[in-house]
Nanobody
Framework: EVQLVESGGGLVQAGGSLRLSCAASGFTFDDYAIGWFRQAPGKEREGVSCISSDDEDTYYADSVQGRVTISSDHAKNTVYLQMNSLKPEDTAVYYC????????????????????WGQGTQVTVSS
C-alpha cells in the first residue's frame, strides 16, 4: 500500500542548506496534497510546506517563508524540500505526509487531515 520514504536529513551548521526527499509509492489516485511536517522534542507538530498534486498550490509556514522551496518530480514520484539559511530552531524530525483529496492549506495546518506519513528524517542545525 502507500509508502512514504524520507531521506536527506543530517547535521548542518546554521546558515547551511539541505534538500529533503520524499519517495512516494503505492497509490494511483491523482487528487491529493503532499508535503512536510516537523516535530521537535517538547513541541507540537508543525506543518512546514505542502504542494498540490497538480503543482498549482503551495503552502509555507511563516517560520520558513523565504527559506524553503517545495517541488515535485512526478516522473520519479518524489517530492523535495529545499531548505536554505537553516536556523537552530529548524532542528526536528521531518515527516513526509500525504492526504487524498485535501487542499494544501488543510493538509499543512491540521495534523489530523493527512492520511499517511513516513518514518521521518532527522535535521539538526548547530549554532
Amino acid at each position: 500500500e502507500v509508502q512514504l520514504v524520507e531521506s536527506g536529513g543530517g547535521l548542518v551548521q546554521a546558515g547551511g542548506s539541505l534538500r529533503l526527499s520524499c519517495a512516494a509509492s503505492g497509490f494511483t489516485f491523482d487528487d491529493y496534497a503532499i508535503g512536510w511536517f516537523r516535530q521537535a522534542p517538547g513541541k507540537e507538530r508543525e506543518g512546514v510546506s505542502c504542494i498540490s498534486s497538480d503543482d498549482e498550490d503551495t503552502y509555507y509556514a511563516d517560520s520558513v517563508q523565504g527559506r524553503v522551496t517545495i517541488s515535485s518530480d512526478h516522473a520519479k514520484n518524489t517530492v523535495y524540500l529545499q531548505m536554505n539559511s537553516l536556523k537552530p530552531e529548524d532542528t526536528a524530525v521531518y515527516y513526509c505526509v500525504l492526504g487524498r483529496r485535501r487542499s494544501v492549506w488543510r493538509l499543512c495546518t491540521v495534523v489530523s487531515e493527512y492520511d499517511w506519513w513516513g518514518q521521518g528524517t532527522q535535521v539538526t542545525v548547530s549554532s
